[in-house]
């Protein structure tokens, strides 16, 4: 996935989120995190430790090495195996594809409250949320929205920003994800006299 967005970019995805919201009263938010959703030192730490319990018993049944050798080799195995996890590209790696999912869906929870989504005269504000570094994406819907559509109508919104980001066009698929959701929230919330747009367009890179 693409890191940043160019001036450009911010302006192509503001301009379809405003191009979506014409089409509907709901509200649209988009935000880009950069960083981690999950700290991957306790899982590295967690990992060198299983293995550093798991070696003496192999060792202990078919070598003749006396207790203190294999403490001592234990404690060598958790340092080494502890170093590379935690300072080497491959400690990402070991968290848990459910830790990352969980982390992720409670950072777009969290965002959407944080950003007043829930805040919406007819609570149908919708939050698209990009976790660059676990390349995934989270909606968020207001009950006023998502009891009408459920869970699964957001799944394209997903998707179309996924196949964009992977290819390289973060913008393209934001603009894509953003258009999908403006054709749900249209077919439900259509735009009403004298809607206003509560929210401001602009991507939030966190």
Do not use: K
Not at 25 to 36: C, H, K, L, Y
Request: glycine share 8%.
């Amino acid at each position: 996935m693409a890191d940043m967005l160019s001036e450009s970019e911010h302006h192509t995805v503001a301009a379809a989120i405003r191009a979506a919201e014409a089409m509907t009263a709901g509200e649209i938010r988009v935000v880009v995190t950069t960083q981690p959703l999950v700290r991957h030192p306790f899982y590295a730490l967690m990992w060198a430790a299983l293995a550093a319990l798991v070696l003496p018993w192999p060792l202990a049944l078919f070598t003749a090495f006396s207790v203190p050798m294999l403490l001592s080799l234990q404690a060598i195995v958790f340092v080494l195996v502890g170093a590379v996890l935690l300072f080497t590209p491959l400690g990402p790696l070991v968290v848990p594809p459910s830790a990352s999912r969980a982390a992720a869906r409670g950072a777009a929870i969290d965002h959407f409250l944080a950003h007043g989504m829930h805040q919406t005269e007819a609570r149908t504000g919708v939050l698209i949320m990009v976790a660059l570094r676990e390349h995934m994406v989270e909606v968020v819907a207001d009950q006023g929205i998502h009891s009408r559509v459920g869970h699964e109508a957001w799944g394209n919104v997903c998707a179309a920003v996924l196949i964009g980001a992977r290819a390289g066009r973060l913008a393209d698929g934001l603009s894509a994800g953003v258009a999908e959701a403006g054709r749900i929230l249209a077919a439900h919330v259509p735009p009403q006299p004298g809607d206003s747009n509560e929210l401001p367009d602009r991507v939030v890179i966190i």
